[in-house]
């Protein structure tokens, strides 16, 4: 098999760009649509949030707190304590006013006007009381001040930064769909494969210099729209969370590593779309089915089966890699002169 030449390829890259600058439509789809969601709908979903958000509270309330005994260590069930220093015990069914627990487990207790740290607590009702590194399941907590934890407001903030990555997801795949319906199938109904084909290129260089000049505009404006959307969120977010969130390593991972392996899958497959249907609406909608497995995977992420960490993100980049070696073996298969002669009609 010929080798593919980068000249040729580039060559038909260049000739492919030329036409994407004379069609109003991709340009415009190339730059609104990736703005409006890296921009504006960044600004919808957190300034909201951001406008409501109060400053933690960093200091214990003085509740005024004199033990006059002290457990250690043991279990203890049932029963009225008062002023009692609480050190490594486990505690059931217990009332308990003006205590310090340090280092305990309770269920199913009732506490009030107490200090509370490095402990467990389940199925307790929890009033007026500090909390200080305090894992809690099914508590009750009134006028209670909890320590070392995010607020509502940077956790809602935390949480819908995770939403977006959709975005950074969608719009390498979206942008695809758009441009390889006109560049695939607009040649297909002009009838201008063929000249192209009657060049002294291989069939294998026709199709990588089809998939570069889809490749790179779709991940320029991707990485381009990624700036403004760091400055926006940093501006809204940073002041309530105290830091500025992105760019993170798996933001890093999702915008630069599993977006450009989401557009090949979306390029890839609308080559193989491409030779089966006749109409630039059908290649768009069939072609837009590709982004339901990506949308798929981060609703999964989003309602908490698996979480949007480094090592799922990287097996995950690890998949998408063998579904594009599959997809670019079916593409060369069916982007053939024999194939698109014959039967891309």
């Keep these: 098999m010929r080798r593919t030449r980068p000249d040729k390829v580039w060559t038909i890259a260049l000739k492919e760009f030329s036409e994407f600058r004379r069609n109003r439509y991709i340009v415009y789809s190339l730059i609104l649509m990736p703005l409006i969601m890296t921009t504006i709908l960044p600004m919808v979903y957190l300034l909201p949030v951001a406008s409501f958000a109060s400053d933690p509270p960093d200091e ?7 033990t006059i005994e002290i457990v250690y260590g043991g279990t203890v069930q049932n029963g009225y304590y008062n002023r009692t220093l609480f050190i490594g015990v486990t505690l059931g069914n217990i009332v308990a006013l003006s205590c310090r627990f340090v280092d305990c487990e309770m269920n199913y207790c009732l506490l009030r006007n107490s200090d509370i740290s490095d402990s467990s607590l389940s199925e307790c009702v929890v009033d007026r009381c500090n909390l200080d590194n305090v894992s809690r399941f099914n508590v009750s907590l009134k006028d209670s001040r909890v320590l070392g934890e995010p607020t509502e407001a940077e956790s809602t903030l935390l949480l819908l930064l995770d939403a977006q990555m959709l975005f950074f997801t969608l719009i390498p795949t979206i942008l695809p769909t758009i441009i390889a319906s006109y ?69 890093l991972v999702v915008v630069f590593l599993l977006g450009p392996l989401f557009c090949l899958v979306s390029i890839l497959g609308n080559v193989i779309i491409s030779s089966r249907v006749n109409d630039v609406r059908s290649a768009q909608q069939l072609g837009s089915l590709v982004v339901l497995p990506i949308v798929g995977f981060f609703a999964v992420a989003l309602i908490g089966v698996i ?20 997809l670019f073996y079916l593409a060369t298969r069916i982007f053939g002169r024999e194939e698109i002669l014959v039967r891309w009609r």
Excluded: H, Q
Excluded at 60 to 66: F, Y
């Design 60 to 66: 214990p309330m003085d509740l005024g707190i004199e």
């Design 183 to 251: 560049t695939l199938v607009g040649e297909k109904l002009n009838r201008s494969l063929e000249p192209l084909l009657a060049t002294p290129t291989s069939d294998l260089e026709i199709l990588t210099g089809k998939v570069v000049s889809i490749l790179l505009p779709s991940m320029l404006v991707t990485w381009i729209c990624f700036v403004p959307f760091v400055i926006i969120v940093n501006l809204i977010a940073g002041p309530v969370l105290d830091y500025l969130p992105l760019p993170d390593l798996t933001w």
């Design 307 to 326: 979480s949007l960490t480094l090592p799922y993100l990287l097996a995950f980049a690890l998949v998408m890699v063998c579904v594009d070696i599959i």
